[in-house]
């Protein structure tokens, strides 16, 4: 019996010290079991996490792209409302860096932020790559070899400046190679859902012409409506969900003009609400002042929507090649005048072979052609 109480006494310290290892394991084990005090698994990027990747994505592109190349990056519109992913375009101009250089630097950005990068079918041409996070799309991820750009001379300090906008591009293919083949940076405004409006739209950007999308409006006769428009009445949603459609059929574009709008400009409810939509869409506006009442350039500029505005005659007004030449040489003199000038017109015979004639001109009176955007702030 005194052996059995000596060794009840030598491992009674030993049972002790276990009986605390297993009560500690037991707590720690009762902690982790507990909301919040499991490790975090990794889970989807937060939108702001997933456009700070854009940045840095876009920015990379843009110093590795030859001079000349377009980058441009949006918010992808998802059905669910839990999804978000964000759109890349680069578009090279000249052979100084090839499609796959790019793509591989993007690859090696979005692998080191933890993405997967995955590829997917594109035609001749094109590259496009996706990036995931843990399984969700972030990035889509468009890469293209564009052909030479339009012809352009550099602007020095104090150089007069004139952007000619060509409107109602969409339904004819002949119009629109006409344009292209001036070889000046011409501005295309392409109305949305017309036949030819994709396509129109893509080829303006291979030749270098800046796209606009021009934004069917309400207008005081009610004449020739588009199938869909903005009008007075639509709620903010009805209008950000008409405009995010139209900006989707003509995705390259970088601003926006009103076609026709003559009494939906003049309404200031739905211009603000225009205006809230085009600041979250990152896109400029063009008021082409169909109308002496619009209020379309002030909601912009209270909304910080980079804006300008119409501010010379209508082009082809008279659609005859003589009337035409004579409001160009109207708009060149005022641009010598204001130091800048916005001008429109429609993609009519007249006006291109007037165009084709008289543009040549403005070079040698000093005035440079630019794109619309160079001259909105």
């Known amino acids: 019996m005194e052996s059995d109480g000596a060794l009840s006494g030598i491992l009674r310290p030993f049972q002790m010290k276990n009986s605390r290892a297993l009560v500690v394991l037991c707590a720690v084990l009762v902690f982790l079991s507990l909301p919040g005090c499991r490790p975090a698994k990794p889970g989807?990027?937060?939108?702001?996490?997933?456009?700070?990747?854009?940045?840095?994505?876009?920015?990379?592109?843009a110093v590795k792209a030859p001079q000349g190349s377009v980058v441009k990056s949006r918010q992808a519109r998802m059905r669910s409302p839990a999804a978000r992913s964000e759109e890349i375009y680069v578009g090279l101009r000249g052979d100084a860096v090839r499609a796959d250089q790019i793509e591989q630097m993007l690859a090696g950005i979005a692998i080191g932020r933890g993405l997967t990068v995955d590829h997917e079918v594109a035609g001749s041409g094109f590259t496009n790559i996706v990036l995931r996070a843990h399984g969700v799309i972030t990035h889509r991820i468009e890469i293209e070899e564009l052909a030479t750009p339009a012809e352009r001379s550099p602007?020095?300090?104090?150089?007069a400046r004139l952007a000619i906008l060509m409107d109602d591009l969409g339904s004819d293919r002949g119009a629109a190679d006409a344009i292209f083949s001036l070889r000046v940076p011409i501005t295309v405004s392409v109305l949305p859902f017309h036949a030819h409006s994709r396509e129109i739209a893509h080829k303006a950007r291979q030749h270098g012409c800046e796209v606009m999308l021009h934004l069917p409006m309400q207008s005081l006769a009610n004449e020739s409506p588009e199938q869909q428009e903005l009008r007075s009445g639509l709620s903010l949603d009805q209008v950000r969900s008409t405009v995010e459609k139209m900006l989707d059929a003509v995705p390259e574009a970088d601003g926006v003009n009103n076609h026709q709008g003559s009494q939906a400009t003049a309404d200031a409810a739905l211009m603000?609400?225009?205006?809230?939509?085009?600041?979250?869409?990152?896109?400029?506006?063009?008021?082409?002042r169909t109308t002496?009442?619009?209020?379309?350039?002030?909601?912009a500029r209270r909304a910080g929507v980079r804006t300008a505005f119409?501010?010379?005659?209508?082009?082809?007004?008279?659609?005859?090649?003589?009337?035409?030449?004579?409001?160009?040489?109207?708009?060149?003199?005022?641009?010598?005048?204001?130091?800048?000038?916005?001008?429109?017109?429609?993609?009519?015979?007249?006006?291109?072979?007037?165009?084709?004639?008289?543009?040549?001109?403005?070079?040698?009176?000093?005035?440079?052609?630019?794109?619309?955007?160079?001259?909105?702030?």
Not at 45 to 61: D, N, S
Not at 292 to 299: I, K, Q, S
Not at 338 to 362: F, M, N, R, S, V
């Open 44 to 61: 989807p990027l937060t939108p702001g996490q997933i456009h700070q990747i854009t940045q840095e994505l876009a920015k990379a592109a």
């Open 155 to 159: 602007v020095w300090p104090g150089q």
């Open 272 to 288: 603000n609400e225009l205006m809230h939509v085009l600041n979250d869409e990152g896109v400029f506006y063009v008021d082409s």
């Open 292 to 299: 002496a009442a619009t209020v379309a350039f002030d909601a």
């Open 310 to 377: 119409r501010n010379v005659p209508f082009l082809d007004d008279v659609q005859n090649k003589d009337a035409v030449k004579r409001q160009l040489q109207v708009a060149i003199q005022l641009a010598k005048q204001k130091g800048e000038a916005i001008a429109i017109g429609h993609p009519h015979a007249e006006t291109l072979a007037a165009l084709g004639e008289l543009l040549p001109q403005a070079k040698k009176e000093g005035v440079q052609l630019v794109p619309v955007s160079e001259l909105v702030r």
